[in-house]
């Protein structure tokens, strides 16, 4: 998945560049149409957006969005408007912090899969393992 990084620069980094195959199986079945975050270098779709474009500020609605949000103090906003966007799908990994705010706000009552990864990704040019636990959350509001 992709961040707005070109690849993973340390656990300290709230900014975490999706696996491959991991994406790969996911867009066989959701088949996106727009990666939410990315950078040009690392975009997961030919219709992406990047810091400048700011994927928080675009419409999400009627697409098919592959977000893999930073993971930082504004990962509640990405989770917001993904519960949020109606007519289409939106697919996130997210830290499975399921203690947290976003979580029961947005996460529990708003999404129609969870999809919990047994064990600790390995991110794309990551020699080790997330130092956290990830979810598959899928959301989608059919107009």
Same mark, same amino acid.
């Given at each position: 998945m992709s961040t707005f990084t070109s690849g993973l620069r340390s656990s300290a980094s709230n900014e975490w560049t999706t696996p491959k195959d991991l994406f790969d199986e996911l /867009?066989? !079945? =959701? *088949? =996106? %149409? $727009? &990666?939410?975050?990315? %950078?040009? !270098? /690392?975009?997961? $779709? &030919? *219709?992406h957006w990047t810091l400048a474009e700011d994927g928080l500020a675009q419409c999400w609605d009627g697409e098919r969005v592959w977000c893999n949000p930073p993971y930082g103090r504004q990962i509640a906003q990405w989770v917001k408007k993904a519960s949020e966007a109606v007519g289409g799908v939106v697919v996130m990994l997210i830290p499975a912090r399921t203690d947290t705010s976003y979580w029961h706000d947005y996460v529990f009552p708003n999404a129609s899969d969870i999809r919990f990864i047994r064990g600790r990704l390995h991110f794309s040019q990551s020699k080790t393992a997330a130092p956290f636990p990830s979810a598959i959350v899928v959301f989608e509001r059919w107009a």
């Open positions: /867009n066989r !079945e =959701f *088949k =996106f %149409t $727009v &990666d939410a975050a990315s %950078t040009h !270098e /690392n975009a997961l $779709v &030919d *219709k």
